[in-house]
């Protein structure tokens, strides 16, 4: 995979991560029902109205400022020195990447969230690919044409 194809791939992958995040903060109420399904809501018929749904709704709002805070700064990383072929660039953004997913995927098969841990690995499986190709090993084993 190309450079150029693998800054793509990963641009539209965080942009679409981004958009969710965003979601999650500015339409949290409509977002609710996807967010439980991937795991973050009681198993037993929602959460119960006032107090306890206005407190998830904020933890969601928060966790969607979060990931895109993440998703803005590896966006720069992805659209400057990876692009640029910085090797830093592909380290940094691997080692953030699979810090969160070993750490939120451990967490959440460890209490039983088995719905968010594949949620969890089809985000990897998004993003895994252009950073593989990009690894400094494979790029080294690369002949140059």
């Given at each position: 995979?190309s450079?150029?194809?693998?800054?793509?791939?990963?641009?539209?992958?965080?942009?679409?991560?981004?958009?969710?995040?965003?979601?999650?903060?500015?339409?949290?109420?409509?977002?609710?029902?996807?967010?439980?399904a991937?795991?973050?809501?009681?198993r037993?018929?929602?959460?119960?109205?006032?107090?306890?749904?206005?407190?998830?709704?904020f933890?969601?709002?928060?966790?969607?400022?979060?990931?895109?805070?993440?998703?803005?700064l590896l966006?720069?990383?992805?659209?400057g020195?990876?692009?640029?072929?910085?090797?830093?660039?592909?380290?940094?953004?691997?080692?953030?990447v699979?810090l969160?997913?070993?750490?939120?995927?451990?967490?959440?098969?460890?209490?039983?969230?088995?719905?968010?841990a594949?949620?969890?690995?089809?985000?990897?499986?998004l993003?895994?690919?252009?950073?593989?190709?990009?690894?400094?090993?494979?790029?080294?084993?690369?002949?140059?044409?």
């Amino acid at each position: 995979m190309s450079r150029e194809r693998a800054v793509g791939w990963l641009t539209a992958a965080l942009v679409l991560v981004g958009g969710y995040a965003v979601a999650m903060v500015v339409a949290a109420p409509v977002v609710s029902d996807l967010f439980e399904a991937l795991g973050f809501g009681p198993r037993d018929g929602g959460v119960p109205a006032g107090a306890a749904t206005d407190h998830v709704l904020f933890l969601q709002g928060v966790l969607g400022a979060v990931v895109l805070g993440w998703v803005v700064l590896l966006l720069a990383v992805v659209r400057g020195p990876l692009r640029a072929g910085d090797p830093w660039a592909v380290r940094a953004i691997s080692a953030s990447v699979a810090l969160w997913f070993v750490v939120d995927t451990g967490w959440s098969l460890a209490v039983g969230s088995w719905e968010h841990a594949l949620f969890n690995g089809a985000f990897l499986a998004l993003l895994a690919p252009p950073l593989v190709a990009l690894s400094p090993r494979r790029s080294a084993a690369r002949p140059r044409t």
